[in-house]
């Protein structure tokens, strides 16, 4: 067997099993398969008869084509240059989600000391979520202002005005989740 299906099924096999929360042992049962042949099926060592696969298919419910394929992987690595980076005066934005997530946007912002930054206003129904993690923001919102330390959240209406403020003498980091009211 080809050293490359024999790795995608012992890769497959062991997701599969861990998906669903069971041992070896219990699909060895489940399936009639000695618990040695598990072993040896996902370690990429084995070489399955099509009888074998078709146990090991029922036992784990899905398709003999689900276990020969190769894993479907939707691991994808962002390096920092990559991520959308835009400066608004002297607070340095950077959009920490680059693929369309349609109505969400999450942005990272590190503001200077003593800085401000008017936000923007977005369409009716947004709600926007500002977490401080380092320093100190304070944010104004529908006429309110709310101090936030490392560590607070708040939650406002995005469709308003709103303005961002560091009042401290450090560097502030905060993150800003949008999540962009319906469109009409």
């Known amino acids: 067997m080809d050293e490359n299906v024999s790795g995608h099924i012992g890769r497959n096999i062991r997701e599969l099993r861990e998906a669903r929360g069971l041992s070896q042992e219990q ?3 489940l399936s009639g398969i000695p618990r040695a042949t598990w072993t040896n099926l996902e370690s990429g060592e084995g070489n399955p008869t099509i009888a074998v696969l078709l146990k090991v298919a029922s036992a784990l419910q899905v398709s003999v084509e689900e276990l020969i394929s190769p894993p479907v992987t939707d691991l994808k690595l962002y390096a920092r240059n990559t991520l959308r980076e835009k400066k608004r005066g002297p607070v340095t934005l950077r959009r920490l989600v680059p ?3 349609g109505a969400i946007e999450f942005d ?3 503001f200077p000391p003593r800085t401000r930054m008017t936000g923007i206003a977005h369409r009716a129904g947004t709600r926007e979520f500002l ?3 380092s320093g100190r923001m304070e944010i104004t919102a529908s006429g309110e202002t709310r ?3 490392a560590g ?3 939650s406002f209406r995005g469709d308003q005005g709103h303005a961002y403020h560091n009042p401290g003498e450090k560097t502030a980091i905060a993150y800003s989740l949008v999540l962009i009211g319906p469109s009409l």
């Open 99 to 101: 693929e369309w997530l």
């Open 152 to 154: 607070d959240m708040v």
């Open 131 to 133: 977490i401080c993690e």
């Open 108 to 110: 990272r912002m590190e």
């Open 147 to 149: 101090r936030l330390e």
């Open 27 to 29: 699909l060895a049962r």
